[in-house]
């Protein structure tokens, strides 16, 4: 039996298929003009153009990150009434989360097509004076033990890469890598912010800003937004594209502390990877493509490491394969695009991939054919969250 075969076999429990029916990405990169919502309201109406299907059939929405009452302020900007809504937020995690949600909800038959869509100028924003670049997430609750020493955000990682380094031997080449790789792969993409091809020495030698981290390790800053569309079955013959269907999603939630974070080396991608390709009935050797949440080159190999792809320890030499699974295709936050919460992009780029349309690199097996399965796996905070989302053609 095939991958796919196993998971239609799995999800027969549900009493609807989901299916990712449009998606779609804002102006990105540089766009100092639009305001967020705006660029909310043009991801929306381009996934939904890219479904086929009738703003109508939209009777959820699932949104983070913007305004005092976040799903309510932009339901009223797109003109929606949802029935159904979210506005979960656990960082870059998030829209793993969502759709997770969105799809339990479609499955039971709560809402028949959510639309999850993001919007960002946290460049433009910056440039224009209107916010500075945030080193915390503020200093309450238990983040108050934390930041009186100095420990912004970055700083988390950098310690959590440090302990992976001293633990396994991984280093800074290898990290590196994780760079130059995301930077080949935006080369290829039209539409990625920064796609002028890298070295190892661009990287170790450009300024420090957290130690291991040099600048290259760390991820861009930019504006943009995007929207992904989920239906139930019975819409998918109205579409317009080959359906792209939720096969299996997970999410974990570990810490908040750092101090509670009882292993710097194991990320919460470990329990939501293991939940969804569980309940998708695959298994990471099943997989063909991931895209995976890089705010930091650290985070591609841990994250790699606990879905399972390779062994715990050897996330830098596995990367450093040419053989392996491909990652990142459209060139990541690293080099693509990240204006703050990404997760939603990945979920955009798994689907194009699927699809056959992505702008820049396309996946396929030996014999020319597209891919089946990829996966998305979201991270939030500083490891402090992960959701996990397994896609299929067919």
């Not at 660029?39 to 703003?55: F, P, W, Y």
């Not at 916010?131 to 912004?152: I, W």
């Not at 295709?329 to 992009?345: E, I, K, N, Q, V």
Request: net charge negative.
């Amino acid at each position: 039996m095939s991958p796919l075969s196993r998971t239609r076999a799995h999800g027969d429990q549900h009493r609807r298929r989901v299916a990712v029916v449009g998606v779609a990405l804002a102006d990105c990169g540089r766009v100092d003009g639009p305001t967020p919502y705006a660029l909310h309201a043009q991801a929306a109406r381009r996934a939904l153009a890219d479904s086929g299907l009738d703003r109508s059939v939209i009777d959820g929405l699932a949104s983070a990150g913007l305004g005092t009452l976040a799903p309510v302020e932009v339901a009223e900007y797109l003109g929606l009434r949802p029935r159904w809504t979210d506005s979960t937020s656990v960082g870059g995690a998030t829209w793993e989360v969502m759709a997770a949600h969105a799809a339990d909800a479609i499955a039971a038959g709560h809402a028949g097509a959510v639309l999850l869509v993001y919007g960002s100028t946290a460049r433009a924003d910056v440039r224009a004076r209107r916010r500075t670049g945030n080193l915390s997430f503020g200093a309450r609750g238990p983040l108050q033990y934390e930041v009186p020493y100095g420990h912004s955000l970055i700083a988390k990682y950098a310690m959590a890469a440090r302990r992976h380094m001293h633990e396994y031997g991984t280093t800074l080449a290898q990290l590196a890598e994780v760079a130059v790789q995301a930077r080949a792969n935006a080369a290829r993409n039209p539409e990625a912010m920064y796609r002028t091809p890298l070295t190892t020495d661009d990287v170790l030698g450009g300024p420090m800003i957290a130690d291991p981290f040099t600048k290259l390790h760390c991820c861009v800053r930019g504006d943009g937004g995007c929207a992904v569309l989920l239906a139930a079955e019975e819409y998918v013959p109205d579409t317009v594209k080959a359906p792209v269907w939720i096969l299996g999603t997970g999410a974990y939630v570990s810490h908040a502390a750092m101090s509670q974070w009882e292993d710097f080396t194991l990320s919460p991608a470990a329990v939501s990877g293991a939940l969804a390709f569980e309940r998708a009935g695959v298994t990471p050797a099943d997989i063909e493509l991931a895209e995976i949440y890089d705010a930091f080159t650290y985070m591609t190999l841990v994250t790699l490491e606990d879905l399972g792809f390779c062994a715990k320890g050897e996330g830098g030499a596995y990367f450093a394969d040419k053989d392996r699974l491909p990652v990142n295709t459209d060139g990541g936050g690293l080099s693509a695009c990240h204006p703050g919460m990404r997760g939603l992009f990945l979920l955009v780029e798994a689907v194009r991939q699927l699809r056959g349309e992505a702008p820049g690199l396309q996946v396929r097996r030996p014999d020319g054919s597209l891919p089946e399965l990829a996966v998305a796996s979201g991270t939030g905070g500083w490891f402090c969250s992960s959701g996990t989302v397994v896609l299929g053609r067919g």
